[in-house]
């Protein structure tokens, strides 16, 4: 039986029994519960949003609850109706507590409660794993408190042995209260990650975390790694056994050992297959610990082979070759979805941005998710791996800062130690722009937090996210200093990292590298509008390893820093002035990805920037009379692919051609216009003015004699249908399997009409869900989980999951005077159709 | 060829790194340090009067002990380069812009 299938939910009051009872063994001594570790506890739970008490008494009857499965974020609900619709649009309130930074999404309260059957072992042992919760969690077991978390995003578990029922049936209560200003970004609010259940034989295990694969060197003999392991309650006539296999299934190393609590175990893979961006090889070790024949507990790792160094003059290598990391920082929500950490959404997050060239993510400001590190493994993006926001200085009255000194070496341990493992993660960062760095006590804990990531794992560097001045030069004592820069001239506030982040600073570099010569440096967050000069900068500088854009996909939150201010000359530079819009602005709208996943105009030129295409076109929205506009700090133009502008006949626009070639000429209707050349100062832009008239705007670049690149715009018609594009070919059928269908408004030749709003109204046939509907609009307009959505820029998006069971699914979409789009999936499958 | 993985071991103990004498420039004096020098705030202002409101804006405010004239001006431009570096050499002849002993 598929591990998947051990719980298919629950009926009612009565759970499914999750490991068979009175197992006999191998060994044939009989056992009251079989090693099934990761078992998923998702589906099945009962949710109340709201203040109560008492909740957690397993005989409090929970039927009238709503059943939800996980992963589940309920900020991304919407709130219960109100009288003033313009106080409330779905998810979205005018008087949020959290107004810009939370998006104007609500927090509060809510409970979910669990029945499962399962017996209390005599000699085993039963764990619950939560990868994350938002924000306060407490959580009961028949009524037993087990515990209290309040790091929204770390992993925890708890022991459920000794309150387990004798009868098996049990009831787990959890409570999760997101209150108050704890936060700069939206962070949804709920059980927004995956749940798992971990049952062993006997007491004797693999620690949580224990296990840690490096590797130590590539050469001619092969790869050589080392395996840490850490074990709990062994006892004696204990060994363990590690197995390193293939994609193939074939176990290319291997090694046995008598147990021990603290292991450190070298192994050669002949032959090995390197981990990098473009050929992310995997392998899988398996740790098994047992006594005879018995396995008292199996851990699988996945990992990579990769050895990563950063110096001042040689770079950045991964493998022995120089790379640039071209960065990008995104939050942890999923658009429409919320923060909910579906593995399906989490996966697409790293599609996107490898599809638009990014090769590095910086996810901002706290750990991600297991599913989105894994993908980055997947799929090959390297991490840098950031742990907290805050130190002992708030940003936000009740932000993580209140527990800071409590917490941060657990959690520091706990973040290290969950995902050392992963080949993607190439530095720990130890902060984001923490405000009160230069004081003395906070240099101390900058080489604390330093010096406890260095103890927990040696193999990467430490870095952090520095902005404004990086201090004064100090010189370090030899017993504090990093291996090899006693004494080395530094900065205070970055002495004791290994890596130096710097945001907005992109004046700094050069005079920083030459009062500090040693130091590697990367762009921790940039301004979009930087983007050439960005990396004109890092392609002429060793010691400038990459950059990371805020952001690579907008989020919700921190709303309106993105986009442009159009007004009066006046009015539009005051607001272009101030940090963001407020209400109804709920998206940050600065990434160059949009809340849909489609392309935004900065992408484009970062297309060009980064070489994925020699030419671009944007044509400058044309402006009210008497108006200008102001990008905002991280904003742009409002430029758009788009020669469609009705009512603009005869007025001149803007239209910026990125490029690298030297020369551009420009064409419409096949009349050639004028014909531009660009030298190394035009940072691969050059602008024309031309009379819009309706036809075909054409683009064409060159290097010298040779054509390089052709785009061509061309003005659409009117509306006439709806397209519906699902994103993959291949779909599951389980609950957490999501399906992701564009919808596009589009002309008779089958072109998206740019600016079409368009109500649509889904129909949904077979065994499928909505889960949400939207558009990338970064202003609040509705509900996203509602059937009905307008479009934006004529596209919108729907996200359904499967309600359990494999089957066709037929998708309509309506609209006014349009051919209705139709969408055939077969979820379970790999067939699937549209129209 | 032949690649070993680099190593990052702790260190031993903490020491608070020694300070270095140096002569600031400019870039090297956060706001809030201008703002101690009565005349160099004042000629700051006296050059660009916008300075007064920038120093009240939610997000300079609480980070003045840490950015500089010339990050503000890297977000929010408000000079040439040209006229930052004026008004450097001009607080570089006040006596109170002093060296920053240890």
Redesign the interface.
């Known amino acids: 039986m598929d591990r998947r299938e051990f719980l298919a939910g629950t009926a009612g009051a009565a759970g499914l029994a999750l490991v068979p009872a009175c197992a006999t063994l191998p060994d044939g001594a009989a056992r009251d519960s079989a090693l099934a570790r990761g078992l998923p506890f998702d589906n099945g739970w009962r949710f109340r949003r709201g203040e109560g008490e008492g909740f957690e008494i397993p005989g409090f009857d929970d039927t009238a609850w709503r059943s939800v499965d996980l992963p589940h974020d309920w900020s991304i609900e919407d709130l219960p109706a109100q009288a003033d619709p313009e106080r409330i649009r779905g998810p979205f309130d005018r008087d949020a507590e959290g107004t810009t930074a939370s998006g104007y999404t609500v927090g509060g309260e809510g409970w979910y409660r669990k029945r499962f059957q399962l017996r209390r072992p005599v000699s085993g042992r039963v764990e619950i794993l939560f990868e994350g919760m938002y924000l306060d969690s407490d959580v009961w077991l028949n009524g037993q408190l087990l515990g209290t978390h309040v790091n929204g995003y770390t992993a925890f578990a708890y022991d459920l042995t000794p309150h387990l029922s004798a009868s098996g049936d049990n009831v787990l209560a959890v409570r999760v209260r997101n209150l108050g200003r704890n936060s700069r970004w939206y962070t949804g609010s709920g059980i927004y990650r995956h749940v798992w259940l971990d049952v062993w034989p006997e007491q004797a295990r693999i620690e949580r975390w224990g296990v840690g694969v490096?590797?130590?060197?590539?050469?001619?003999a092969g790869a050589e790694i080392e395996i840490d392991t850490q074990l709990r309650d062994i006892g004696a006539g204990v060994q363990v056994d590690w197995r390193v296999i293939d994609t193939k299934g074939r176990v290319v190393a291997k090694a046995t050992q008598p147990a021990a609590a603290q292991m450190r175990q070298p192994l050669r893979i002949a032959a090995p297959k390197l981990w990098s961006i473009e050929r992310p090889a995997l392998y899988l070790l398996e740790t098994d610990l047992r006594r005879g024949g018995l396995l008292l507990d199996r851990m699988q790792t996945r990992f990579g082979l990769r050895?990563v160094?950063?110096d001042a003059r040689e770079g950045m290598q991964l493998?022995?070759k120089p790379i640039k990391m071209r960065g990008g920082c995104i939050h942890h929500d999923n658009g429409l979805l919320g923060t909910a950490a579906f593995d399906t959404a989490e996966d697409r997050k790293v599609r996107l941005l490898k599809a638009r060239g990014f090769n590095a993510v910086r996810p901002s400001h706290n750990p991600f998710s297991p599913a989105f590190l894994e993908a980055c493994d997947r799929r090959g993006l390297l991490v840098v791996a950031e742990t907290f926001d805050v130190w002992r200085k708030a940003?936000e009255p009740k932000d993580y800062s209140v527990h800071f000194d409590r917490h941060w070496r657990d959690d520091l341990n706990t973040i290290v130690r969950s995902a050392r493992h992963h080949p993607s993660i190439v530095m720990w960062s130890i902060g984001n722009e923490i405000?009160e760095r230069?004081k003395?006590e906070n240099?101390?804990l900058q080489?604390?937090l330093a010096?406890?990531v260095?103890?927990l794992d040696?193999?990467?560097?430490?870095t952090a996210a520095i902005?404004?001045?990086p201090g004064?030069?100090?010189?370090?004592?030899?017993?504090?200093?990093?291996?090899g820069y006693a004494d080395v001239?530094?900065a205070?506030h970055t002495?004791?990292l290994?890596v130096v982040g710097y945001n907005?600073?992109?004046?700094?570099f050069e005079?920083d590298h030459a009062r500090y010569p040693q130091r590697v440096f990367y762009g921790s967050e940039s301004q979009p509008r930087d983007v050439r000069a960005m990396w004109e900068l890092i392609e002429r500088s060793p010691f400038v390893v990459g950059d990371f854009v805020w952001t690579a996909m907008d989020h919700l939150g921190e709303t309106g820093i993105g986009g442009s201010v159009v007004a009066e000359p006046e009015e539009a530079k005051r607001l272009g002035?101030e940090?963001g819009s407020k209400w109804p602005w709920v998206n940050s709208f600065c990434g160059d990805i949009d809340l849909i996943g489609q392309q935004k105009p900065q992408s484009r030129v970062r297309d060009v920037v980064w070489g994925l295409s020699p030419l671009e076109i944007a044509v400058q929205r044309p402006l009210p009379e008497g108006h200008i506009e102001v990008p905002r700090?991280w904003g742009w133009s409002d430029e758009q692919p788009n020669w469609t502008w009705p009512g603009a006949e005869g007025r001149t626009l803007a239209v910026r051609v990125y490029t690298v070639g030297d020369r551009v000429e420009l064409h419409l209707n096949g009349r050639k216009l004028d014909s531009k050349t660009l030298t190394p100062a035009d940072f691969k832009l050059v602008e024309f003015a031309v009379p819009y008239h309706p036809g075909v705007l054409e683009a064409v670049a060159f290097r010298g004699a040779t054509r390089i690149g052709r785009k061509r715009l061309a003005t659409v018609g009117a509306p006439m249908s709806i397209r519906l594009a699902p994103e993959q070919s291949r779909t599951g059928a389980r609950r957490g399997d999501l399906v992701y269908v564009l919808v596009e408004i589009v002309d008779a030749e089958s072109r998206c009409v740019f600016d079409a709003r368009t109500r649509i109204q889904l129909e949904i046939g077979g065994p499928a869900e909505l889960v949400a509907f939207g558009s990338a609009n970064p202003q609040a307009v509705g509900s996203l989980q509602s059937p009905e959505a307008q479009t934006w820029q004529g596209r919108a998006l729907v996200i359904l999951r499967g309600t359990g069971s494999a089957g066709h699914v037929e998708l309509r979409a309506h609209g006014e005077g349009l051919v209705a789009g139709v969408a055939v999936l077969h979820l379970g499958n790999a067939r699937g159709a549209s129209r | 060829m032949e690649i070993d993985a680099p190593v990052y071991p702790p260190a031993t103990a903490f020491e608070l790194p020694v300070a270095v004498s140096f002569k600031p420039r400019l870039a090297d004096m956060t706001i809030a340090e201008l703002m101690k020098i009565p005349d160099a705030w004042a000629i700051v202002l006296q050059r660009f009067p916008v300075m007064a409101t920038v120093i009240q804006s939610p997000l300079a405010k609480p980070n003045l002990h840490l950015i500089t004239l010339y990050l503000v001006n890297a977000f929010r431009p408000f000079a040439t380069p040209e006229e930052l570096a004026t008004l450097d050499a001009e607080l570089q002849r006040l006596p109170s812009f002093m060296v920053l002993a240890p």
Do not use: C
């Open positions: 490096f590797t130590r060197r590539l050469g001619k050895i160094s950063f493998n022995g940003k405000q230069d003395p240099l101390e080489w604390l010096n406890d260095r103890r040696p193999t990467r560097p430490v902005h404004g001045l004064r030069p100090v010189r370090p004592s030899e017993k504090a200093a990093r291996q001239l530094d205070s002495v004791f290994d907005y600073k992109l004046i700094d005079p002035a940090f700090g």
